[in-house]
């Protein structure tokens, strides 16, 4: 069986999607399986030890977004188009373009999911022409505003096409009129051309069936996993009174809502801190993260740390007392969460997502519901009262559902009865 994986490089910003995706193609690497991947848009970027073979990539960032603007670069020939692909040029474009916001890729999404009858045409045959070189017997594109090119890979190849939603239709919904409309309804369309869908959890299910019009027997549920040898589990912490945050700074991942939390808790413990990590995605966002800490003379006792590397990251979760990331959208994977699991710090999640699950099934954690400051202050400091029992003794549950071994074998699985059915 030869795979193909075909995935959105995120440019210069690590992507709980990349991490995910690159320890799944990994995983079944080592299976002995035959798997290759396809970036689109830019390198990726994952916390992965060992570097990803990957084809060149595809649907360049640059050039796509030049083909969206001008005619003229929907018809130039290859050779000129591949001096835009270059993989260093690209990286550098990602760091300029990381906080772009949604509505103003209203058209580009548009054009992206009507595929052979949008402005990117080109792109998508030169993929077509290099996937009939290959021969795959399955294709899983990583999510659905990939779909696009369901539909002419289903009629060029003719055979099974799986795709992970990993909560695409936040972003969709988040567009401006008429874009939202014209990329909901593409969406639906392109649905039709895949065989089958992953989704991470299962309060996701039946909204995923009404957001495309799918019926259930073309989805299953695949939990994320964790590469938990990457993580040391410790039943204890050295530290005392830490809580960490490890997202990306943006307004959605509920910063301020943490910040006004410690706010309340650290009338009450001034020795107490608060340790913040992650790439700066709004500018705006965070200086005012920055006023609100100066303000409440909490300077001293809220520490960014930056972007972390993996070893970084590994030493941050293993030193957090408490760990919290109070997003305020529907979550699909919870990986900063997952991770921190791993490695036996207690998390304080709100009630979003696929978050309740990882609590409900691992007992490493609280709820905060309804997710407000005052009562993300309460929970916190419940975690840390009681950091024992919320440490637990699930490790065992831990990797029955959210190891990455047992992910690998399921997707494979899948992979696997799709292929045996087309033959």
């Known amino acids: 069986m030869r795979i193909v994986y075909i995935l959105a490089g995120a440019g210069g910003m690590y992507c709980g999607a990349c991490n995910r995706d690159a320890d799944l193609v990994n995983g079944i690497v080592k299976k002995g399986l035959d798997i290759e991947l396809i970036p689109l848009y830019t390198p990726l970027r994952h916390d992965n030890e060992q570097p990803l073979q990957t084809s060149r990539i595809f649907y360049g960032g640059i050039i796509t977004f030049l083909e969206q603007r001008l005619k003229i670069f929907r018809h130039t020939p290859a050779f000129f188009d591949y001096l835009f692909d270059n993989p260093t040029l690209l990286k550098i474009l990602g760091k300029f373009t990381i906080a772009t916001q949604p509505q103003k890729l209203g058209a580009m999404t548009v054009s992206v999911l009507a595929g052979k009858d949008g402005n990117q045409k080109k792109e998508l045959q030169k993929l077509i022409e290099y996937l009939q070189t290959v021969k795959p017997d399955v294709i899983n594109i990583t999510n659905s505003m990939l779909s696009g090119i369901a539909v002419s890979l289903k009629e060029a190849l003719n055979i099974p096409i799986v795709c992970t939603f990993q909560g695409e239709e936040a972003f969709i919904d988040s567009l401006s009129e008429p874009h939202r409309t014209q990329a909901k309804n593409l969406l639906e369309s392109n649905a039709q051309s895949i065989d089958h869908f992953i989704v991470p959890h299962n309060r996701y299910v039946d909204e995923i069936i009404s957001y495309l019009k799918i019926s259930r027997d073309k989805m299953s549920v695949i939990l ?172 065992d549950i831990f990797l029955q559902k959210y190891g990455l071994t047992r992910m690998v074998d399921e997707i494979i699985l899948l992979y696997e009865g799709l292929v045996s059915k087309k033959t």
């Open 224 to 395: 994320p996993g964790v590469d938990h040898q990457r993580f040391v589990f410790q039943d204890s912490c050295d530290q005392s009174g830490k809580i960490g945050y490890l997202s990306r700074i943006a307004p959605e991942k509920g910063l301020d809502t943490l910040l006004e939390a410690f706010s309340i808790l650290h009338k009450k413990n001034n020795d107490l801190t608060l340790h913040i990590a992650g790439q700066i995605y709004v500018k705006s966002f965070w200086e005012k993260m920055q006023k609100y800490i100066k303000k409440n003379k909490l300077t001293e006792h809220v520490i960014y740390h930056g972007e972390l590397t993996l070893k970084q990251k590994q030493q941050f979760l293993q030193q957090c007392n408490v760990f919290c990331v109070p997003s305020k959208f529907n979550e699909s994977r919870g990986l900063a969460i997952l991770e921190a699991v791993a490695t036996g710090t207690p998390v304080v999640v709100p009630p979003m997502g696929i978050y309740p699950q990882i609590v409900e099934d691992t007992q490493h954690g609280i709820i905060a519901d309804p997710a407000t400051p005052e009562n993300f202050a309460s929970c916190i400091n419940d975690a840390l009262q009681n950091e024992a029992k919320y440490r637990g003794e699930n490790r």
